[in-house]
């Protein structure tokens, strides 16, 4: 597969004379597969062109960490009670900011205030309580934010070990929280592991609209930060979505890349962390299995509602637990695992007549029930704010074949051959 070059360096402001530290006008791949360990992160803020799904660019501004610009900015990893530090360069024209946000608020201690172009600025502060946070440009709250910002702070718990040995992802988890997390791999519903903190996904929720882009960056290039600061009342009330996004990727960009479509076996859970970087609501909703709903803005749940659609204002932080049960509409054996193994594991399917074809991988979709973006640049599908989550084999639990991961019938249509060897056009 060839892969995407999603964002480049925007050459104009190049040319401007911005200093572009050896990275000029080099094309980067975008995704947030690559992540940093704390404790010291250096990130340059930059101007770039962001390629939209259907290959329209539209102008952003970008955390580059030295991989290479990325929207969101790479996911960086913590331990609670930790020092860590950020290093932000400004390679824009405009002042820029820091901060730590965590749904409601800029946590105190973690802010910079004002990073001249040019300038590189810096602020330490000690990790927060275990759970996920946004990084971003506070700055004219939220446009630099809307406008790329923003990125996944991940702060992990020091002990995170349950009295059975089980892991769990925070420090002081209610008690409904620890009899969940202590029921993975113990009981028949949820055969299988225990929560690995490997399996994490964020699922970064966006919108871009390319002519309000478009504005502010013209307003960028002519350092002309007041206009910057007076446009922000009419880019809230005025501002007309096109394209609707997760981690910076739209429909088949996002429907299968594995650092955005939960993979694994049965008995596998997963924490799935959204965020919502964009200005618009999204309203996931999730097939196959339901969510337990394990943390909002901060707040970790007592009361873990078990669900497949949640709400996602603008900002908002939630964490959801995916279970990766066996589910409920399989043709064996649902919500039972002695059976399934018993049916040899591989559930068959007749596609032609005496042509049985193994069902797996069980792919289930994610996609947003909003209508604005349902209805955005072509629709839901295949171009709006979409993703996968597949279970990979009928073994119940893990390792997970690595040969396995991303590879869904669907994802030659795009180029790429089949991964099963099927030559007829219509896959399953
Ligand atoms: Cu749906």
Same mark, same amino acid.
């Given at each position: 597969?060839?892969?995407?070059?999603?964002?480049?360096?925007?050459?104009?402001?190049?040319?401007?004379?911005?200093?572009?530290?050896?990275?000029?006008?080099?094309?980067?791949?975008?995704?947030?597969?690559?992540?940093?360990? *704390?404790?010291?992160?250096?990130?340059?803020?930059?101007?770039?062109?962001?390629?939209?799904?259907?290959?329209?660019?539209?102008?952003?501004?970008?955390?580059?960490?030295?991989?290479?610009?990325?929207?969101?900015?790479?996911?960086?990893?913590?331990?609670?009670?930790?020092?860590?530090?950020?290093?932000?360069?400004?390679?824009?024209?405009?002042?820029?900011?820091?901060?730590?946000?965590?749904?409601?608020?800029?946590?105190?201690?973690?802010?910079?205030?004002?990073?001249?172009?040019?300038?590189?600025?810096?602020?330490?502060?000690?990790?927060?309580?275990?759970?996920?946070?946004?990084?971003?440009?506070?700055?004219?709250?939220?446009?630099?934010?809307?406008?790329?910002?923003?990125? *996944? $702070?991940?702060?992990?718990?020091?002990? !995170?070990?349950?009295?059975?040995?089980?892991?769990?992802?925070?420090?002081?988890?209610? *008690?409904?929280?620890?009899?969940?997390?202590?029921?993975?791999?113990?009981?028949?519903?949820?055969?299988?592991?225990?929560?690995?903190?490997?399996?994490?996904?964020?699922?970064?929720?966006?919108?871009?609209?390319?002519?309000?882009?478009?504005?502010?960056?013209?307003?960028?290039?002519?350092?002309?930060?007041?206009?910057?600061?007076?446009?922000?009342?009419?880019?809230?009330?005025?501002?007309?979505?096109?394209?609707?996004?997760?981690?910076?990727?739209?429909?088949?960009?996002?429907?299968?890349?594995?650092?955005?479509?939960?993979?694994?076996?049965?008995?596998?859970?997963?924490?799935?962390?959204?965020?919502?970087?964009?200005?618009?609501?999204?309203?996931?909703?999730?097939?196959?299995?339901?969510?337990?709903? $394990? !943390? !909002?803005?901060?707040?970790?749940?007592?009361?873990?509602?078990?669900?497949?659609?949640?709400?996602?204002?603008?900002?908002?932080?939630?964490?959801?637990?995916?279970?990766?049960?066996?589910?409920?509409?399989?043709?064996?054996?649902?919500?039972?695992?002695?059976?399934?193994? !018993?049916?040899?594991?591989?559930?068959?399917?007749?596609?032609?007549?005496?042509?049985?074809?193994?069902?797996?991988?069980?792919?289930?979709?994610?996609?947003?029930?909003?209508?604005?973006?349902?209805?955005?640049?072509?629709?839901?599908?295949?171009?709006?704010?979409?993703?996968?989550?597949?279970?990979?084999?009928?073994?119940?639990?893990?390792?997970?074949?690595?040969? $396995?991961?991303?590879?869904?019938?669907?994802?030659?249509?795009?180029?790429?051959?089949?991964?099963?060897?099927?030559?007829?056009?219509?896959? $399953?």
């Amino acid at each position: 597969m060839n892969r995407r070059e999603f964002i480049k360096i925007n050459v104009r402001m190049a040319l401007a004379g911005i200093a572009l530290a050896g990275t000029q006008g080099l094309p980067t791949m975008l995704g947030v597969s690559t992540s940093h360990a *704390a404790s010291s992160v250096n990130l340059t803020i930059q101007p770039v062109l962001w390629e939209m799904v259907d290959g329209i660019q539209v102008n952003a501004w970008a955390f580059d960490d030295g991989s290479g610009p990325r929207i969101p900015g790479v996911i960086v990893n913590a331990l609670e009670g930790e020092q860590v530090t950020f290093n932000i360069t400004n390679n824009n024209s405009i002042p820029h900011g820091f901060g730590l946000w965590n749904g409601t608020q800029i946590l105190p201690g973690t802010t910079i205030a004002s990073i001249q172009p040019g300038g590189t600025g810096s602020v330490t502060f000690t990790a927060p309580a275990a759970g996920s946070y946004m990084y971003v440009d506070p700055l004219n709250w939220p446009l630099h934010r809307v406008m790329g910002l923003n990125g *996944a $702070l991940f702060v992990k718990p020091q002990n !995170a070990v349950l009295p059975n040995g089980n892991r769990i992802p925070y420090s002081s988890p209610p *008690a409904a929280m620890q009899e969940l997390f202590s029921d993975f791999g113990k009981v028949s519903y949820f055969p299988g592991d225990d929560w690995d903190p490997a399996r994490t996904w964020l699922w970064m929720f966006h919108s871009v609209d390319p002519n309000w882009n478009q504005t502010i960056q013209t307003l960028a290039c002519d350092g002309n930060a007041a206009g910057i600061a007076a446009s922000v009342a009419s880019f809230t009330t005025t501002y007309t979505p096109q394209y609707f996004l997760i981690n910076g990727r739209s429909g088949h960009w996002s429907g299968h890349e594995p650092d955005t479509a939960p993979y694994g076996n049965v008995g596998m859970p997963a924490l799935i962390v959204s965020m919502n970087s964009g200005l618009n609501a999204a309203s996931p909703h999730i097939h196959g299995n339901h969510v337990f709903e $394990l !943390a !909002a803005n901060g707040t970790v749940k007592d009361n873990l509602i078990f669900l497949d659609t949640w709400s996602m204002l603008s900002g908002d932080i939630k964490s959801h637990l995916l279970p990766f049960i066996i589910p409920p509409d399989t043709i064996n054996s649902p919500e039972d695992p002695a059976a399934w193994s !018993a049916a040899g594991g591989v559930p068959k399917v007749e596609v032609a007549s005496g042509v049985l074809r193994s069902q797996f991988p069980f792919v289930y979709p994610m996609h947003c029930h909003l209508e604005t973006s349902q209805t955005a640049a072509g629709g839901n599908y295949p171009n709006g704010s979409m993703t996968h989550w597949s279970i990979l084999s009928p073994t119940i639990g893990g390792p997970v074949d690595p040969a $396995l991961i991303g590879k869904h019938p669907d994802r030659r249509i795009f180029g790429d051959p089949d991964p099963r060897g099927f030559t007829n056009s219509v896959g $399953l």
